[in-house]
T-cell receptor
Framework: GIQVEQSPPDLILQEGANSTLRCNFS?????LQWFHQNPWGQLINLFY???GTKQNGRLSATTVATERYSLLYISSSQTTDSGVYFC???????????FGQGTTLQVKP | NAGVTQTPKFRVLKTGQSMTLLCAQD?????MYWYRQDPGMGLRLIHY???????AKGEVPDGYNVSRLKKQNFLLGLESAAPSQTSVYFC????????????FGAGTRLSVL
């Protein structure tokens, strides 16, 4: 199957800083999602972004399917942004999600 | 609208015991999934269902069974729990058409001693 690699594995930021998280794929994918897992374990959909760019408040995401990567931008980070960020792609007709190993983000006040 | 509800939230089992995790969704979704998450890893698919009465194996199905007798419910069973099944279990659902956007429950934290 297609391999998913996320970088960096860990990230520590000061509140107010910006960051970029990356997701690389070993082959082209036709759908991609970004999730945030908060410190309580809840998985929250951030973006469904098979291609192009989307923005939602301080977060934005860009997927370049032909070059097999996606980026998640967090601007003016807040402590509530802490947690683990996963990218995942939907595989086959059943759409089962294949996850990367995640980027753990800690935002310090 | 509750979305995807998982019960129980926490459970401790002894090796060899059995239990069933329940996932219920009120969004009339066709597809439902069970994933497990181990420390420092992303989620891995255990079993899934593309409709009432159907189930199929995912990446890590050994030691688990599932049933989808009603469209809104997807049950995950452990017949004889092992310490290797200590994990956090997530259920998800989605529609059977359009964008593949999956909605997740809050998770069940299971410890097998």
């Amino acid at each position: 199957g297609i391999q998913v690699e996320q970088s960096p594995p860990d990230l520590i930021l000061q509140e107010g800083a910006n960051s970029t998280l990356r997701c690389n794929f070993s082959d082209s994918v036709n759908n991609l999602q970004w999730f945030h897992q908060n410190p309580w374990g809840q998985l929250i959909n951030l973006f469904y972004i098979p291609s192009g760019t989307k923005q939602n408040g301080r977060l934005s995401a860009t997927t370049v399917a032909t070059e097999r990567y996606s980026l998640l931008y967090i601007s003016s980070s807040q402590t509530t942004d802490s947690g683990v960020y996963f990218c995942a792609y939907g595989s086959g007709n059943t759409g089962k999600l294949i996850f990367g190993q995640g980027t753990t983000l800690q935002v310090k006040p | 609208n509750a979305g995807v509800t998982q019960t129980p939230k926490f459970r401790v089992l002894k090796t060899g015991q059995s239990m069933t995790l329940l996932c219920a969704q009120d969004m009339n979704h066709e597809y439902m999934y069970w994933y497990r998450q181990d420390p420092g890893m992303g989620l891995r698919l255990i079993h899934y269902s593309v409709g009432e009465g159907t189930t199929a194996k995912g990446e890590v199905p050994d030691g688990y069974n599932v049933s989808r007798l009603k469209k809104q419910n997807f049950l995950l069973g452990l017949e004889s729990a092992a310490p290797s099944q200590t994990s956090v279990y997530f259920c998800a659902s989605r529609t059977g058409w359009g964008k593949n956007i999956q909605y997740f429950g809050a998770g069940t934290r299971l410890s097998v001693l």
